[in-house]
């Protein structure tokens, strides 16, 4: 991203609202803001595999392993405002076994880039299904999107639930049931 195209760019956008980007509290704005979109958008800019990294590991084991309550920040591609929530990410190893951060990874990998949540739910899922090869995989991702809170109905206690599930997590009603009672287990 050409951060100085996009700096200048902001520039323009604040004179077009009617701000003086000359003014003390703004004469940074248009910088900070291209650093931030650069930062908020880094999955256009990076690998998957480089992410994952070859940390796929043998399993001996084929358990349910869920990593829950994974925090995530997206940028809604209809109105460029932010949405934020948690991402809840389950999978059967058949022989394979993926290194925890990674789960973590995967989902900010899809999430830094602008999205809807349907569409950043079931690229989750099938990431991890692809990688590990896994019998069946669940992805939850329960968000608040500001484009709701702050602007058009303007419900700020709204939270939108998406599911992805795949393999055995979509065939299987009991095995779909347990990832689902165990994600909303207190925490210990």
């Known amino acids: 991203m050409n951060t100085d195209r996009v700096a200048?760019?902001?520039?323009?956008?604040?004179?077009?609202?009617?701000e003086d980007p000359n003014r003390d509290g703004?004469?940074?704005?248009?910088?900070r803001f291209a650093?931030?979109?650069?930062?908020?958008?880094?999955?256009?800019?990076?690998?998957l595999h480089e992410i994952v990294n070859n940390a796929i590991f043998d399993a001996e084991s084929n358990n349910m392993i869920i990593m829950?309550?994974?925090?995530?920040?997206?940028?809604?591609?209809?109105h460029v405002l932010p949405?934020?929530?948690?991402?809840?990410?389950?999978?059967?190893?058949?022989?394979?076994?993926?290194?925890?951060?990674?789960?973590?990874r995967i989902v900010?990998?899809?999430?830094?880039?602008?999205?809807?949540q349907e569409r950043l739910t079931a690229q989750i899922a099938r990431a991890i299904m692809d990688h590990t090869n896994a019998e069946g995989v669940g992805?939850?991702?329960?968000?608040?999107?500001?484009?709701?809170?702050?602007?058009?109905?303007?419900?700020?206690?709204s939270i939108m639930t998406t599911s992805s599930v795949l393999g055995s997590f979509h065939d299987d009603e009991i095995t779909r049931q347990e990832f689902l009672q165990l994600i909303n287990r207190k925490a210990y």
């Open 26 to 31: 703004l004469l940074k704005t248009p910088e």
């Open 68 to 78: 829950r309550d994974i925090e995530l920040y997206s940028l809604c591609e209809h």
């Open 139 to 157: 992805v939850v991702v329960e968000c608040r999107h500001l484009c709701t809170m702050m602007r058009g109905v303007e419900k700020q206690t």
């Open 83 to 104: 949405f934020f929530g948690r991402a809840h990410v389950g999978y059967i190893a058949r022989d394979k076994v993926i290194g925890l951060s990674k789960i973590a």
């Open 108 to 116: 900010d990998y899809f999430a830094r880039r602008l999205q809807i």
């Open 35 to 47: 650093h931030a979109m650069n930062f908020l958008t880094q999955g256009y800019k990076q690998d």
């Open 8 to 18: 200048a760019l902001m520039r323009e956008l604040l004179i077009e609202i009617g």
